[in-house]
Structures are given as C-alpha cells and as structure tokens.
C-alpha cells in the first residue's frame, strides 16, 4: 500500500498515443475543414477535492486481512485510447442484438460475428483490438441487469476466441441498462488500433490503489 | 358542523393503549430537564412490527401545534414545524388529523382560553398533542417540546432541546421528531440519517452519479463527478466511507470514498466487473460482485480491498449479494435454475439453499437490520415490485411497485426507486407497503438507494 502509484508506463504511453491518432485525424482531415479546434477526448472529467495525505487510506487498517491484491495487473481498456484510435481502425462493426433476458447467441449473432473474427484474423487488421461493450434492456433490475451485460459482452468474447482471435486483444464491459430501447439489447464492437501496431494492450494495475489523478 | 366522536374503541385503541402505558411508565422521569443534548431512547430495538397482528394497521393521529417564538428573533419561516411534521409523516406510524382547519379551530381556543381542551382534542381524533415554544439567541437556538396524550390529558414527555446552531436547525427539527416517535413507539426515528443513490444525469443521459441526501429528500448533494458513469453505491466502515463502481477509467471498478473529504481509492479494478458492493460491519468486509473468473461471482475483500475470497463457483449469473446482519450469511440473486432467483450462503459452511420460489425473476435482496426481513423486488408481468419474505423463506408479501429495496437503520422503513410518477425516483415507505412517499426529484432520474446507519448523537 505504501508505494501508490499514479499513472503506470502503458497508460501515459496509451495517452501519447491517443493524442498522435487524434493528430493524425485531424491531418486527414485538414484538407475540407479550415479549422478544426481541439478539444479534449477523454469522455469522463476528473476534478478531486483537496487531497488529504494518503495516509488517510491506512487510517484503519484492522480489516486488512489475508492475501495482499497490491501489485496486481489487467490489461489496459482500449477505449481508453479514445475515438481517434477507433477511427484509424478503417471500419464499423454493427452491434450483435439478444432476446430479452437471454445471453444466447442467435445465428444472426453468429454470422456476424463469425465475419468480424475473419476480418481480425487477418494479418493487416492483427494491430487492431475490440472492446466488447454489453447493454440490457430496462426489463432487467439494475443491479442483476450489469451482469446480463456483462454476460452478454463474455459470450461473444468466448465466441470470438473458440473462432481462433487471441483473447488479449478483447477488453469485455458490462454497461448494464441502455438508455436507447428497442434495440438495448445488444453488444457493441468497438475497434480500436493500439499503438505502435502493437497486437495488445499493456498491463496496467488492477489492485487496490490511490485513484489516479487526471 | 358535525363532529364525529371518536372514542377509544377503535381498533388503534390496543396498540394506543400499550404504548401510553410504556409512555406513562417512563412519564416520571420524563420532565423536562436542563440537559445539554436531547435525551435518547433506549436503543434501536424496536417494538413495532412491521406486520401486526393481521388487522388493518393504524396511523396514530398527532399534532403539532406552531413553535411560538419567545425571543423578539423569530424564524423567518416555520422551518421547525415543516420538518417536524414531514419527519412525522415519512415514521409511516403517525398522521395529521383528518380535518386540519377543526385543529386550528382548536388552537385558537386554547390560545383563547390558556390552557388545552383536551376534550376538543379527543373529539377530532388527535391522540397525541405536541407543544414547543422556541428562543433564538445569537447563533442559537434553543426549544422546549411537550407531548401530551390527550385521552388521560396527561403530560408523557417534555425536553428543552439547547446549544444547537441556527443553521443547524433542521437537525434540532428532527432531533424532536426523533425523541416524539421513539417515546411514543419505543421505536427509533431514523430522522438525521442519510440515503445513497445514483442520480441520473438529463440531456445527455449518460452522466450517473452517486449522490445523498437526509433521509426526508432534502440536501440532496452529489459525490462524484458529473460525466462519470457510477453505480450501485453502499455505505462502508462505521458509515464514514461509502463504495460504489466508477467507470472513469472505462472498466467498472469498485471505490471507497471517505465522507468527511471525499478521498477516494480505488478497491477493486479487475478486468471486468467490479460491482454491487455490500459492507458489513460485523464481519468487517465488502461482499461484491465480480467476473475476474469469467463469469459473475460472488467474492468479498476487506475495506482497503485486500485479502479477496471468492464465495460462488457457479457457470451462472452469480449477482447483487447481501449480508445478514450478524455477517454470518449472505444472501445473492442467481440464475443457476434458469431464471434470477435468491439465494443465502451460509459463510461458515458455504451450503447454499434457494430462498425464493414465487415469481420467475427474483433481484435485489436486502436483509433488515434487526434480520427478521428480506426485502426484494420480484418481476411481474414486467414490472418490479418490491417484497419482503422471512429468512426461512416463509411469509412472502407483494409491496408495491418499485426496484431495489433498501432498510432503514430501524427495520420499519424502506427506501426503494419507482416509476410511479414517470421516471424512477426514490422514495420512501413503511415495511408494510404502506406510507409511501417520494423523496427525491431528480430531472434525469434517481435509483439504487442506499440507507446509511443511524448518526451518531
């Protein structure tokens, strides 16, 4: 617990990177549009009261039991390569749609997904990674609903990796309700091109920690 | 102008009855004194019941006459009497009398005549009669409350409430409103204690943030930032810290917040879920939600998230788990039999049995404090509604409509989310289902309410 760390080596690269896709974009796009201002990409803002010294977290440290999860990693979230990254990825995938309250995947699920496996089995895509992204309808409860996303989102990652597409390169979230019914019922794919054409995301810390400051 | 004559014969007269005996019992030492700080009961157990005896449950009627000022300073609106009567009203055990004007008409006569009429009092059906006269001095503010049961025309109980800041005089209001319900009932008011609860950002949608509120829906503040999505919030270590799921880093992670500056760290970051987490003080850890595993399970850490142990081994949606106050169970929701039903894991033997049988979609459990109920919500034909069921699955009850129930430190009430009036709001009720009210109005919505420990005095 003692040695809290901000920001890990992936992240800060990840961020470099993200800012060089966006320039990029941007480049692409400097021909038709005069003047494009930038803006930031990060989706979610940040803002902390006044830090109180870390000690605070050991303030009671009576339940502290067992093993230590410090120091444990998962792999960075390729949305967090922002939308430039997704861009550069050439192509959309549409959505994979669910019966209510099922996890099951339908052939029409199958089919497409079947053909996005083909497309990032190849070798010019191998730099491209997904994030499968789950939703439920509001038929489900909040709290079991994140799960029936989630679970969503791990069956067509199980898919995707019985088809022979490598496991690091999916990042699998549960969004729980979606807000846009009828078609809430659903898992996105999202692509994204991580940096350096690298074929998975860095490691970044998955234990206990300090939040990270923006 | 016919005024019907309520005698003691109705069917409130029994459970009146009892309690004007435990309020007469301890009427005697009951006199006002000059203490610092009101005086409080003797401790959350409750007398009340939930559920009586079958017969249809009775609001006992009570009013509460205007604070009159005795200092030249007055209160620029009558912030005493509204929450003092709200806090009355939201105890799901007490009501204003039927007919407000008769009880004004009263007032004025006894102001007229100098002393209470108790019989008038009787004849419109108010069984208790509160009296406060209150002193602003300086920053201070100061009141001195009587209670009176109008039927013996006896005096039960009497309080001067001193050294409260004026800008704390919502507190002072429900500090009364405590001490009525908890010398009238023998149970604890709840009034002073705090909701969690995910408010719905408006016109984007996407914003979700944890946000508390006093348990009558004022103050209402958000803890997180806007444009982060946050999810199912609980309270935490001795109810100074609360955790919730923070999607700022785009993975659904577990968090702990310190109240008092809001420092936050994160607990849990696995790939994948982090979520529905659930403090129990007894065993001192967080049961949650997560699908390092590959799929939902069950596991639980301690406050700083250390020391994981997984508690379900399951190819099924393993969710939403609870803790039996004396932490030596855990209730969850699971679809291992096809559809989402709850469950209870003994900790100690990990045998788990089946709770639910009624209904194919069973979420939500929340273990009253004092453990005689589980509250639920149950799908039925597409909505949820709220329920209770006994630990040994015995007793289930249908509440009303509405999702994610959560108890009152005092085991009487439930704060719970509904869309009875358009988009989900939390509100408020009886365990009974009756006495429902809404607390909060949230533009972009409000669910996953949380109720927080009682405050510490």
Partial sequence: MSNLKHHSAGV???????????????GMLAGCVSKIKERPLRITTISHPAKPAPTAVKADDETTSGTANTGEMRPANPMGLGEGARLLVGREFDPIYFDSDSTELDSEARRKLNEYVTWLKEPEHGHVWIALVGYCDSGQAVKFGYNLAMARALAAEEFLVANGLDRKRIYSIGYGRATDEPTANRVELLGFVGPDGKSEPDQVPAGPEEMKEE | MIRRLHVSLRPIAAMTFFCLMMALASAQDAQPTASASPTSGSGAVPRLEIYGSGAQRQLI??????????SAQKLSDPVLDRVINKDLLLSGIFQPPANIGF???NDRADAARGTIQFAEWVRIGVYYLV?????????GIQADVRVYDTASQQYIYGNSYKQYPIDQVRRLGHDIANDIIQRITGSAGVNGTQIL?????DSMGRSKQVAIMDADGFNVRTLTAAGELAATPCWGLNGTEIYFTTY?????????MLLRNR?????????????????????????LVMTRDGNSEIYTIDSRGNGRERLTVNRAIDSSPAWSPDGSQIAFTSDRSGSPQIYVMDLRTR???????????????????????????????????VCTIRPDGSGMRVLTEGEDPSWAPNSLLIAFSSKRNGNSQIYSMYGDGTAIHQLTNINGGAQSPSWGPGRAK
């Fill in chain 1, 12 to 26: 800060m690269r990840a961020k470099m990177i993200r800012a060089l896709a966006f320039v990029f974009v941007l």
């Fill in chain 2, 61 to 70: 009627t009570i009013y509460v006459k205007p604070f009159m000022a005795k």
């Fill in chain 2, 103 to 105: 009880a004004q008409e």
């Fill in chain 2, 131 to 139: 009296t406060a006269e209150y002193t602003i001095e300086g920053n």
């Fill in chain 2, 197 to 201: 609860f995910v408010a719905q950002g």
């Fill in chain 2, 248 to 256: 700022r880093d785009y993975n659904p992670d577990l968090a702990g």
């Fill in chain 2, 263 to 287: 420092y936050q760290w994160r607990l849990s970051g696995q790939s994948g879920l982090n979520i529905s987490p659930a403090w129990s003080e007894a065993a001192r850890r967080i049961a």
């Fill in chain 2, 351 to 385: 045998e788990e049995r089946r709770l639910t049988y009624d209904g194919n979609y069973n979420d939500g459990a929340a273990w009253s404090p004092d453990g005689k109920y589980i509250a639920f919500h149950s799908r039925r034909d597409g909505e949820f509604q």
